[in-house]
């Protein structure tokens, strides 16, 4: 029998059994929380707050890849040099702002619910795609450009097929780091009444449910920890063909 040595796939499977057996798991939590009087988070399927919490990482997180690369692309052309102080000053607010704050004046606009946690996680999302943008484009040899250039390619072609491609690799890392942000990030979305992985951990604080607490806990970390190999796989095959 062939056994299985790859990690990432260890680790989906330990997820997805924690997703299956945490259900079950009440006599364990029992032992270990006596005092609890419901040791286990039933209210919700951890299968449902799972694909919840992952849609909305990704609604978000393909926003901000949107705006972050666009706007990295924007200021490193000619025509949109002079905003770069600008743009970056922008993306760094959004970064520093708590994303707490943010819900807190998204929620009497907009309402409760998933709409203001987007936001929030664009915002706080956009400045680490927006550096590896910005890092990437600027490690292009001058000299590969010239060469394309040479080749007849306009501006367009240069950076589709030579400049983005070059700097695949880094602007790769920014989305990784922005991925695995708000990830641990879309948990606090439970404050404001969608249904992330955090709703466990929200609950469990407000009720002093330690149990609850460890069960959302567990299943975000799980979660950034597989979507970073995951990355990392993926970065080193675009470093293999950068090369």
């Given at each position: 029998?062939?056994?299985?040595?790859?990690?990432?796939?260890?680790?989906?499977?330990?997820?997805?059994?924690?997703?299956?057996?945490?259900?079950?798991?009440?006599?364990?939590?029992?032992?270990?929380?006596?005092?609890?009087?419901?040791?286990?988070?039933?209210?919700?399927?951890?299968?449902?707050?799972?694909?919840?919490?992952?849609?909305?990482?990704?609604?978000?997180?393909?926003?901000?890849?949107?705006?972050?690369?666009?706007?990295?692309?924007?200021?490193?052309?000619?025509?949109?040099?002079?905003?770069r102080p600008l743009v970056e000053t922008?993306?760094?607010?959004?970064?520093?702002?708590?994303?707490?704050?943010?819900?807190?004046?998204?929620?009497?606009?907009?309402?409760?619910?998933?709409?203001?946690?987007?936001?929030?996680?664009?915002?706080?999302?956009?400045?680490?795609?927006?550096?590896?943008?910005?890092?990437?484009?600027?490690?292009?040899?001058?000299?590969?450009?010239?060469?394309?250039?040479?080749?007849?390619?306009?501006?367009?072609?240069?950076?589709?097929?030579?400049?983005?491609?070059?700097?695949?690799?880094?602007?790769?890392?920014?989305?990784?780091?922005?991925?695995?942000i708000n990830i641990g990030t879309a948990?606090?979305?439970?404050?404001?009444?969608?249904?992330?992985?955090?709703?466990?951990?929200?609950?469990?604080?407000?009720?002093?449910?330690?149990?609850?607490?460890?069960?959302?806990?567990?299943?975000?970390?799980?979660?950034?920890?597989?979507?970073?190999?995951?990355?990392?796989?993926?970065?080193?095959?675009?470093?293999?063909?950068?090369?």
């Open positions: 029998m062939k056994i299985i040595r790859d990690p990432l796939l260890w680790l989906m499977a330990l997820f997805i059994a924690l997703l299956i057996g945490l259900p079950h798991s009440g006599g364990i939590f029992s032992h270990l929380f006596p005092q609890l009087p419901r040791p286990v988070y039933q209210q919700e399927s951890f299968l449902a707050l799972t694909l919840a919490h992952f849609w909305l990482v990704g609604v978000s997180s393909l926003v901000a890849i949107i705006l972050g690369v666009g706007a990295g692309i924007l200021v490193t052309r000619p025509a949109g040099r002079e905003f922008i993306a760094a607010i959004g970064q520093t702002f708590p994303p707490v704050a943010v819900l807190a004046i998204a929620v009497p606009v907009m309402g409760f619910g998933v709409q203001p946690a987007i936001i929030a996680l664009i915002l706080y999302g956009v400045l680490p795609i927006l550096q590896g943008t910005l890092a990437g484009l600027a490690a292009v040899p001058a000299g590969v450009s010239s060469v394309a250039e040479g080749m007849g390619m306009n501006s367009i072609q240069r950076l589709v097929k030579v400049e983005l491609p070059l700097a695949a690799p880094v602007i790769l890392a920014g989305v990784r780091t922005s991925i695995i948990a606090i979305a439970s404050t404001v009444g969608a249904s992330t992985l955090g709703t466990p951990i929200i609950i469990g604080l407000s009720g002093f449910n330690t149990a609850y607490i460890i069960q959302g806990a567990i299943l975000v970390a799980l979660a950034a920890v597989i979507v970073d190999r995951a990355f990392e796989r993926l970065g080193r095959y675009l470093n293999r063909h950068a090369q």
